[in-house]
């Protein structure tokens, strides 16, 4: 990692009185972000004094938040002990709910996952994924032993901000996309399961765990895409997860793949089809179905392979053209530094889709704007049930959960 990387993941604590939690969670934070550390350490990356860090690490040592690892000799002096994080030490649920599946995982304090559960169906019906979710956080906490039951801080959802939107794409019933507008689904699971329950749209939680765990360690700024059912992303900006007035920053899927032009002089203007109509899973899997193949394939590797090879290369050609023109305008404005791409597919088609979008980007007039990096996503399919998890055990752990990583430069 580059200095001026590592200068951007170096949470800043306090010496001064009052601020015991804070500094706590500062150096909970410093070790989650650069792995085991000593004291000697932790003080240069933190800023606080190394009687401070002592003091702290052993309170977090019998808290078994924090364990020691052994001794490490160097050439001169004492040998110096590193302390990691207890994998033990905490856990939390996240819960994605997609529009074709439901995913249900136990995370550990390093981010890990421990248990999982998916069921898949053809909507999402709120009646039903409600007593799936409850009977299947039943089942996590049964697994954990009774001395950890109070370390479960609590659930995370990802989901759609409009789950019962688009229901002509998804073959929903009326009656139930109706039923959705007045579902408050983290309430409803928090009575259910009895645990602090948070909500966030599905992409922005992908996002986050994106931002934590994957590439935003060492990238400032970027628009984040993940393609499943539907083309979703989020937006971080100075490595700050940007949620917008209504908590839907990053909206990728919506955005107009053209400009809205009337059919007459006195017709009314006729909208251009949204960046999900091309760009997404459903797209693929409509190709599949029209040629009599087999539509699970959009998400594993015989996507790349014959019979689907021909109609997948088609979908990737014309879906990194739609992609290009929504980069195109979000680095017009924003001035990224990178795109990151990431999905429910293959690590093999996310690879072919991104060297599709590079190509699409050349076409292009990048006069008066800086083209941003395209990177791959280092999460995956997880990434939107990781985010959620990763909701309660940052609002217990790190110095400010508003902003998930607040860094501070040198």
């Given at each position: 990692?580059n200095a001026?990387?590592?200068?951007?993941?170096?949470?800043?604590?306090s010496?001064?009185?009052?601020?015991?939690?804070?500094?706590?969670?500062?150096?909970l934070?410093?070790?989650?972000?650069?792995?085991?550390?000593?004291?000697?350490?932790i003080?240069?990356?933190t800023?606080?004094?190394?009687?401070?860090?002592?003091?702290?690490?052993?309170?977090?040592?019998?808290?078994?938040?924090l364990?020691?690892g052994?001794p490490?000799?160097?050439?001169?002096?004492q040998?110096?002990?590193?302390l990691?994080?207890?994998?033990?030490g905490?856990?939390?649920i996240?819960?994605k709910?997609?529009?074709?599946n439901?995913?249900?995982?136990l995370?550990?304090?390093?981010?890990?996952v421990?248990?999982?559960?998916?069921?898949?169906?053809?909507?999402?019906?709120?009646?039903?994924?409600?007593q799936?979710?409850?009977?299947?956080?039943?089942?996590l906490r049964?697994?954990?032993?009774?001395?950890w039951q109070?370390?479960?801080?609590?659930?995370?959802?990802?989901?759609?901000?409009?789950?019962?939107g688009?229901?002509?794409?998804?073959?929903m019933?009326?009656e139930v996309?109706?039923?959705?507008?007045?579902?408050?689904?983290?309430s409803?699971?928090?009575?259910a399961?009895?645990?602090p329950?948070?909500?966030?749209?599905?992409?922005?939680?992908?996002?986050v765990a994106e931002?934590?765990a994957?590439?935003g360690r060492?990238?400032?700024?970027?628009?984040y895409?993940?393609?499943?059912?539907?083309?979703g992303?989020?937006?971080?900006?100075?490595?700050q997860?940007?949620a917008?007035?209504?908590?839907n920053?990053?909206a990728?899927g919506?955005?107009?793949?053209?400009?809205a032009?009337?059919?007459g002089?006195?017709?009314?203007?006729r909208?251009?089809?949204?960046?999900l109509?091309?760009?997404?899973l459903?797209?693929l899997?409509?190709?599949?179905?029209?040629?009599?193949?087999?539509?699970?394939?959009?998400?594993?590797?015989?996507?790349?392979?014959a019979?689907?090879l021909?109609?997948?290369?088609a979908?990737?050609?014309?879906?990194a053209?739609?992609?290009a023109?929504?980069?195109?305008?979000?680095a017009?404005?924003?001035?990224?530094?990178?795109?990151?791409l990431d999905?429910?597919?293959?690590?093999?088609?996310q690879?072919?889709?991104?060297?599709?979008l590079?190509?699409?980007?050349?076409?292009?007039?990048w006069?008066?704007?800086t083209?941003?990096?395209l990177l791959?996503?280092?999460?995956?399919?997880d990434?939107?049930?990781?985010?959620?998890?990763?909701?309660?055990?940052?609002?217990?752990?790190?110095?400010d959960?508003?902003?998930f990583?607040?860094?501070a430069?040198?």
């Amino acid at each position: 990692m580059n200095a001026d990387a590592t200068s951007r993941l170096r949470p800043r604590g306090s010496s001064q009185g009052g601020l015991r939690q804070y500094n706590e969670r500062v150096v909970l934070q410093a070790v989650r972000l650069h792995g085991a550390l000593p004291g000697a350490a932790i003080a240069r990356l933190t800023h606080l004094t190394p009687q401070t860090v002592s003091l702290i690490t052993k309170r977090l040592e019998a808290d078994e938040l924090l364990v020691r690892g052994d001794p490490q000799r160097g050439k001169v002096g004492q040998p110096s002990v590193p302390l990691s994080l207890n994998p033990d030490g905490a856990f939390a649920i996240g819960i994605k709910v997609g529009r074709r599946n439901m995913d249900v995982l136990l995370l550990d304090f390093t981010g890990a996952v421990r248990r999982r559960y998916t069921r898949d169906y053809r909507y999402p019906d709120p009646d039903l994924l409600l007593q799936e979710i409850t009977a299947r956080v039943a089942d996590l906490r049964a697994d954990l032993p009774a001395a950890w039951q109070d370390r479960l801080q609590g659930i995370g959802i990802a989901a759609p901000l409009s789950l019962g939107g688009w229901q002509t794409l998804l073959d929903m019933p009326p009656e139930v996309a109706a039923r959705w507008p007045g579902i408050d689904l983290a309430s409803a699971v928090e009575t259910a399961c009895g645990l602090p329950t948070e909500l966030m749209k599905d992409t922005a939680a992908a996002c986050v765990a994106e931002l934590v765990a994957g590439r935003g360690r060492s990238v400032r700024s970027f628009l984040y895409l993940f393609v499943d059912t539907f083309i979703g992303g989020g937006l971080v900006l100075d490595s700050q997860l940007r949620a917008g007035l209504h908590g839907n920053a990053g909206a990728v899927g919506s955005m107009p793949l053209g400009v809205a032009r009337a059919s007459g002089r006195r017709a009314a203007p006729r909208p251009p089809a949204q960046l999900l109509s091309v760009a997404s899973l459903v797209a693929l899997e409509q190709r599949y179905r029209e040629h009599g193949l087999d539509e699970g394939a959009a998400a594993d590797h015989r996507a790349l392979q014959a019979p689907w090879l021909p109609h997948t290369e088609a979908w990737a050609d014309e879906a990194a053209h739609a992609m290009a023109l929504a980069v195109n305008g979000a680095a017009c404005l924003l001035d990224l530094e990178c795109v990151i791409l990431d999905g429910s597919f293959s690590r093999t088609l996310q690879h072919s889709l991104q060297q599709a979008l590079d190509r699409a980007l050349d076409d292009y007039d990048w006069q008066g704007v800086t083209r941003p990096q395209l990177l791959a996503g280092m999460i995956g399919s997880d990434a939107r049930a990781i985010g959620g998890a990763l909701l309660p055990l940052h609002a217990n752990f790190t110095p400010d959960r508003e902003l998930f990583l607040k860094m501070a430069a040198e």
